[in-house]
């Protein structure tokens, strides 16, 4: 290592022209990484679809869904699975252990979803499997116009989608708002009843009559011609002429039109989309991986100001969502928090060391940064708020090993030794204890890689960055700083700068050294009070986004229709536009908008749903400081002034999404009794102070007509169960008979009956389907009125129900769920088995693996240091500054009333390999003044007067370093820098005190 240092020394000019080399390509680099605002997830989840048209609840759940849980059980790394059986459909998400192989146990899912579509009841459609549950929209746009059809707008649509789908970098395009259009024949049940025929022959007739089959080719000598065999349908007008039947007396026709109406309608499936309250389609955008797109961005950009050139003037384009402008918004706001950092650590430096040395010294920052960006292009780590994040934590530590080098090469100078020998020399001295203190500050981020959690995954950018960073700076400081220490550094008799504040810990450290069972009493004092405080603290999770994006999900009543939905929808646009801080507003009625952000869920498309996506902006009034503060006003005047529905105000999660923040899970045998106990526990959650949104998903019951068929008087005229089925299916939801195509468009040829009442239904005719015979329902059936339950929910294959509650401002989800637990005793909860899996849940699953990860650092952090040091008790001593630290961060969190979450526990967790490198350089010098002959309380006073500048220099410049952590406005990073910079700064204060008193206790004279 010394023939190295020497050489790069010697050959400054090679050593210099690497250096320029690697900023080339690490400034390259960061141009060419692909961006993005959050780390991408892979979501361990897929969604099963299933329809069995014609099926209630009940025969859903037992016919489809029950079974489809059956199989998925037994998927590798199954962990649970959510189900939701409705009229006609089958939905089942199923969730893996973390860590699984997810593509081969999605394999195994999509095989057993196929070996069991046979065992499904007839009429039962495909399965359809899901697993790409995060795939995330990067643009939404929206074409609006007034006076334009939905038509007209989709084809404006279509040019933008032909155009910007060829840029390179986008996966995709895809129109949402399509009002697709079909065929009805509307059958008059009545007249039907006079015929032979059955809804279910006009459809066989349709579809025989519309099928096209390759009718092959004629060939003669050398030449072949294919024959085809036109159409039987050209128009509606063809359709209605379609001969269903002959009479077998007198050979006249019936033709489809003397029994149907035949017309063309848009979906009832359809969605309705407004932007800021006129109608409007979307166009909603992919990125491809592994892309920079803010680059793609800007050509999609320039793309659309081309094309949106020719459209006339009263049509709109507008950027709904603009992924590309808000990660670069995202990545410049933390890149100009790095460069206002590093601008803070050169002013320290500068200030502590002077100019020469600070030149020296603060090189490393922008050359260990750049290194940095060299390795994460090789690694294939993207830039994002995580990982910037990571640079900006590790700011201030990456001059910490320059800073000891420089200064030891400096007090060689000073104490008359030739230049170049002072530089290795001076590298030679303290080359252990900075190769120990970086592999200790490693050492603490290391196990934070191995979190098994989604949470683990989200942050884990930020240890690699961290640890690629410091590594990067300790080769820098073995190899460009003693260069540039050759070039640049003289003799300096200038100490004077911090000799006050020497001066000032020298009386404190001389009045330890005396007292030293006071100094320990206090030590212990303030541990036991750091206690105290941290009970007053809140716990949180992860905090909610502070994204300028809120979005509201609307629920009305089922079986009232889209119209309804619509209706509703309008109220709270008309409550939304009163208010100054809203931007603008897009809704999706019937329906959810394209998945806009990572933690949003999927939306099941249901004409009883909506979604409006809000934009923000606080600043147009002084109402706000902050969302949660608006969703919480808004929610109050949604509940008070809404009847009929349910208006749900939500805020963006960060990390890993949990939904509300309280959820109580029922399981048990008998879905009603969990309704009743769902009830009494949201009676109490109501009553506890500071819920809000308290709901369940049990649904009450609804009326239905249920045909009860005599089948014994059903078999004597011959009429099967399925012949009912099939008949009553095809009359009330109508079947689809063929595909109708005119002008390149396809529309699906419904067939229904035009049955509206009871009555109607009673008289519809049941065709035999061995006799042909035909008989009036009400003659085999009864139909009466029942209620029923339109949604069954299942967990892990139990019924259940799930109670969830969202918190106001300024109250805390623990404390709540506590006083929750307190009261469920006081009710009956016989045959019901209650689960919590809330925020609270989520901090103890997570915390405790961060927990495990912090046993592991220290592990790590002794073996490093007994390694150093050759000694059981030394590295005890030097892990004492780690309790130390964390007083300092619960005494900042308390100070700045901020809460203990995820990041802040990593922060602390981090902060172990941090504090330990102070009294690595402060113990490794008293072991050399004792070597020297020096007493042990004397070496302990010369140490900590020698290491006094490094130690208060890297300390203040990590602290420096993080500011702009602290006042970017960062809901998930300011509770961390704080924690950082008070746990820096407190144990660094008490260990130049207290690490002298310890260890002049504990060590003997030699």
């Known amino acids: 290592m010394r023939q190295l240092i020497s050489a790069a020394v010697k050959m400054r000019k090679i050593t210099f022209f690497i250096v320029a080399l690697i900023m080339v390509f690490g400034l390259y680099s960061y141009f060419i990484i692909p961006k993005q605002e959050f780390p991408d997830l892979k979501a361990p989840a897929a969604m099963i679809y299933t329809v069995y048209p014609g099926a209630s609840p009940e025969e859903v759940e037992k016919l489809v869904t029950r079974k489809i849980e059956e199989k998925i059980v037994e998927i590798d790394g199954y962990s649970y699975c959510n189900s939701y059986s409705n009229d006609n459909i089958s939905i089942v998400i199923v969730r893996l252990d973390y860590g699984t192989d997810i593509d081969k146990a999605w394999n195994q899912l999509r095989q057993k979803m196929e070996d069991l579509q046979d065992e499904l009841p007839d009429g039962c459609l495909d399965i359809q499997v899901n697993t790409n549950l995060v795939d995330t929209t990067g643009i939404i746009l929206s074409i609006t116009g007034e006076n334009y059809t939905y038509d007209e707008l989709v084809n404006y649509a279509e040019i933008l989608k032909k155009e910007i789908r060829k840029i390179n970098g986008v996966s995709r395009f895809e129109i949402v708002g399509k009002q697709e259009k079909e065929v009805v024949i509307e059958v008059e049940a009545e007249k039907l009843n006079f015929y032979k025929i059955s809804l279910d022959d006009i459809v066989n007739i349709i579809k025989l009559q519309n099928t096209e089959i390759p009718s092959g080719k004629i060939e003669h000598e050398d030449s072949k011609i294919n024959v085809k065999i036109s159409n039987i349908f050209f128009s509606i007008d063809d359709i209605k002429n379609l001969i269903i039947g002959v009479s077998d007396k007198n050979g006249s026709v019936v033709r489809l039109k003397d029994l149907a109406n035949v017309y063309i309608k848009t979906k009832d499936s359809n969605l309705r989309i407004k932007h800021n309250g006129q109608k409007a389609v979307l166009l909603a955008g992919y990125f491809k991986e592994n892309e920079n797109i803010v680059l793609v961005g800007k050509e999609v950009e320039k793309q659309i100001k081309e094309i949106t050139k020719d459209f006339p003037d009263d049509v709109s384009v507008n950027q709904v969502l603009f992924q590309p402008k808000e990660v670069s918004k995202s990545v410049n706001n933390f890149i100009l928090n790095l460069i206002e950092g590093m601008l803070f650590v050169i002013v320290v430096v500068f200030i502590g060391m002077g100019f020469r040395n600070a030149i020296v010294v603060s090189t490393a920052i922008p050359v260990s940064i750049i290194s940095t960006f060299v390795v994460m292009h090789i690694l294939g780590i993207k830039i994002h708020q995580i990982s910037i994040t990571g640079l900006i934590v590790a700011l201030g530590m990456l001059v910490d090993n320059a800073i000891v080098i420089s200064d030891s090469i400096q007090n060689k100078i000073d104490e008359g030794c030739e230049k170049f020998k002072a530089c290795i020399d001076g590298v030679k001295e303290v080359a252990i204890p ?573």
């Open 434 to 1006: 900075i190769l120990t203190s970086t592999l200790t500050t490693i050492g603490a981020f290391l196990p934070l890689l191995l979190l098994n959690s989604i949470a683990g995954e989200y942050i884990s950018s930020l240890p690699k960055i961290v640890m690629i960073s410091l590594f990067s700076s300790y080769l820098v400081a073995l190899f460009v700083t003693p260069t540039m220490a050759y070039t640049f550094f003289k003799r300096d008799s200038s100490k004077g700068r911090i000799i006050e504040f020497k001066k000032f810990f020298n009386g404190i450290l001389y009045r330890g050294m005396r007292r030293k069972k006071v100094t320990i009493l206090f030590t212990i004092s303030i541990l036991i009070m750091a206690v105290f405080i941290f009970r007053q603290i809140d716990l949180q999770f992860f905090p909610k986004s502070d994204k300028n994006i809120i979005y509201i999900d609307i629920k009305t009543e089922r079986n009232l229709g889209i119209s309804n939905t619509e209706a509703f929808t309008e109220k709270v646009i008309d409550i939304l536009e009163k208010q100054p801080e809203i931007v603008n507003h897009t809704e999706v009625i019937g329906g959810g908008l394209p998945k806009f952000y990572d933690s949003i869920p999927i939306t099941v498309n249901s004409p009883d749903i909506a979604q409006i996506m809000v934009r923000l902006n606080l600043k147009k009034s002084n109402r706000f400081k902050n969302n949660s503060q608006i969703v919480d006003y808004l929610q109050e005047i949604f509940d008070s002034e809404l009847t009929g529905c349910t208006a749900t105000v939500k805020q963006l999660e960060l990390g890993e999404p949990i939904g509300a923040p309280i959820r109580v899970r029922l399981t048990g045998k008998n879905i009603e009794h969990l309704g009743q106990v769902s009830k009494k526990i949201r009676d109490i959650l109501q009553d506890i102070n500071g819920t809000v949104n308290v709901k369940d998903d049990y649904s009450d019951k609804i009326y239905e007509f249920e045909i009860e068929v005599d089948y014994d008087r059903a078999y004597l005229y011959g009429v099967t169960k399925y012949d009912i089925q099939k008949e009553v299916s095809a009359a009330l939801r109508g079947r689809k008979a063929s595909v109708f195509r005119k002008r390149g468009k396809e529309y699906d040829i419904i067939v229904k009956s035009d049955i509206k009442a009871k009555e109607d239904l009673e008289n519809l005719a049941i065709k035999s389907s061995f006799s042909g015979r035909k008989i009036l329902l009400k003659e085999i059936a009864d139909i009466k009125l029942k209620s029923e339950i339109p949604t069954i929910n299942k967990y892990d294959l139990d019924f259940a129900v799930m109670v969830t509650s969202d918190v106001k401002p300024g109250f805390n989800s623990v404390d709540i769920q506590k006083e929750l637990i307190t009261r469920l005793k006081d009710i009956d909860l016989e045959g019901v088995e209650v689960a919590f899996d809330g925020e609270r849940e989520k901090i103890r699953e997570n915390f405790g693996s961060v927990g495990n990860s912090a046993v592991f650092a220290v592990l790590i952090i002794y073996a490093i240091l007994m390694i150093q040091f050759k000694s059981f008790r030394q590295p005890l001593i030097i892990l004492l500054t780690i309790p130390l630290s964390v007083v300092g961060s619960i005494l900042g969190l308390y100070l700045f009333k901020q809460p203990f979450s995820f990041t802040v526990l990593l922060g602390m967790v981090s902060l172990m390999g941090i504090v330990v490198n102070n009294a690595i350089v402060l113990i490794d010098y008293i072991n050399s003044a004792r070597k020297d002959g020096e007493s042990v309380e004397n070496a302990c006073f010369k140490a900590a007067n020698r290491r006094f500048r490094p130690i208060i220099l890297s300390t203040a410049t990590t602290i420096i370093g993080l500011t702009p952590l602290v006042f970017s406005g960062s809901n998930l990073f300011r509770p961390m820098a704080i924690s950082l910079m008070f746990g820096l700064l407190v144990s660094t204060l008490l260990t130049l005190v207290i690490i002298p008193v310890v260890y002049s206790i504990v060590e003997t004279e030699v």
